[in-house]
């Protein structure tokens, strides 16, 4: 049986692309799994082992983030890397049989994949989520700190890793350009789940659910809201990893009384509780490399959840949504053409697009994936031919 290991810098139940990896591997079968994890809780059937959390970004005091940023200045790389409760993952691994494949999660991880597979053989699977030397590209500071460090682990570590997904083309020809990896886009497509028949409320309801943050200009849901006639309502079932940015988004809606604020479900909640909505919306702004060419969770849950899509011109967003009419894409990535696309259909047409985002539900379900993923398995050599 093939030993393999997810590395995870988060806990595997709280962000989508490892958990359902990881429910692929399960349903594939024929390996013996664990995770390596921060905070990580228990997974059923699969070794769960945990390591301890960093401040973040929201818990850091000012002091705090002016050492990192000077350690990226220095190119003091390796204090950034193995910190001490990172330096628990080598014993950990240290403590398992020799792993024929590591799957890492989060970039900041993968010089211990390195380690392990100098040190024991083994292949490397890397999820490339983000074209991280831009995560925070607004940010000049940022650019000039963490935007260093990521650079260096993609020009130091990327040529070790055996193969790569991507969440979109653009993402992934990108580092193919930058870093000469090999690998493929690997959609985030969320299991299959059974929706009653679609029909329209004497409001049409509108849900946006995941982060906000100013890089995703979620300051500009509240514009859009505040625009909306009456028979409309904008629900926002939202988190945040920046400090008081939801709180301040809260208060700023307090007026805007079309726009209601959603308690936060548990991951496998967020399907089973928006298909009673009738729009999906995606309103994100090429404000960054990365959010022109995502591909993001919520496309797919929102297609789950058979809600007709409404998305700015994102190009690879764009082109989904043409070729799937399962939608529609503003003129341009302004409110007001947002609004425009939004009024402009009716309610037949919106029904319409529901009906084609539940006719794809299977195509775009996690069945596809499992597939995707057992051909690379076997071009890895971990799956017998």
Not at 28 to 46: N, P
Not at 191 to 217: L, T
Not at 365 to 375: F, G, V
Request: aromatic share 10%; proline share 6%; glycine share 4%.
């Amino acid at each position: 049986m093939k030993n393999i290991t997810l590395l995870c810098d988060h806990d595997v139940l709280k962000r989508p692309r490892p958990f359902r990896i990881l429910e692929m591997l399960k349903q594939i079968g024929g390996f013996e799994l664990s995770v390596i994890a921060r905070e990580c809780s228990q997974i059923q059937d699969i070794a769960t082992f945990s390591f301890p959390p960093l401040p973040t970004q929201k818990q850091r005091s000012q002091e705090e983030s002016k050492k990192l940023f000077e350690l990226c200045k220095n190119r003091e790389f390796d204090k950034l890397i193995f910190t001490p409760n990172r330096l628990k993952i080598p014993e950990i691994l240290h403590s398992l049989p020799p792993q024929d494949l590591l799957i890492v999660e989060d970039i900041t991880l993968l010089p211990f994949a390195f380690q392990e597979k100098q040190r024991r053989g083994g292949k490397i699977l890397i999820d490339l989520r983000e074209y991280y030397p831009l995560e925070y590209e607004n940010s000049q500071e940022w650019l000039e700190g963490f935007g260093k460090f990521f650079t260096y682990l993609c020009e130091e570590y990327l040529s070790e890793v055996d193969y790569a997904l991507c969440v979109s083309e653009g993402i992934l020809a990108r580092y193919q350009k930058e870093f000469g990896i090999e690998g493929e886009v690997f959609l985030s497509l969320p299991p299959y789940f059974g929706a009653d028949c679609p029909r329209i409320q004497s409001h049409i309801s509108i849900i946006y659910h995941g982060f906000v943050s100013p890089d995703r200009s979620s300051a500009n849901l509240l514009e859009f809201a505040k625009s909306l006639p009456y028979s409309y309502k904008l629900y926002l079932l939202a988190l945040s990893n920046q400090p008081n940015f939801l709180e301040s988004l809260q208060e700023k809606a307090r007026t805007i009384k079309n726009l209601i604020f959603l308690p936060p479900v548990a991951m496998n909640e967020i399907i089973p509780s928006t298909r009673g909505f009738d729009i999906g919306l995606i309103p994100f702004m090429p404000t960054t490399f990365n959010l022109k060419y995502c591909m993001p969770n919520k496309l797919f849950e929102y297609i789950q959840a058979g809600l007709c899509v409404l998305s700015t011109p994102l190009p690879e967003i764009k082109n989904f949504l043409d070729s799937n009419k399962c939608g529609v894409v503003a003129r341009d990535f302004s409110i007001s053409s947002l609004l425009e696309a939004l009024l402009a259909l009716s309610k037949d047409e919106i029904l319409g697009y529901k009906n084609r985002s539940l006719a794809m539900r299977k195509t775009y379900s996690l069945d596809t994936n499992i597939m995707r993923l057992e051909k690379i398995l076997h071009k890895l050599k971990l799956l017998d031919a």
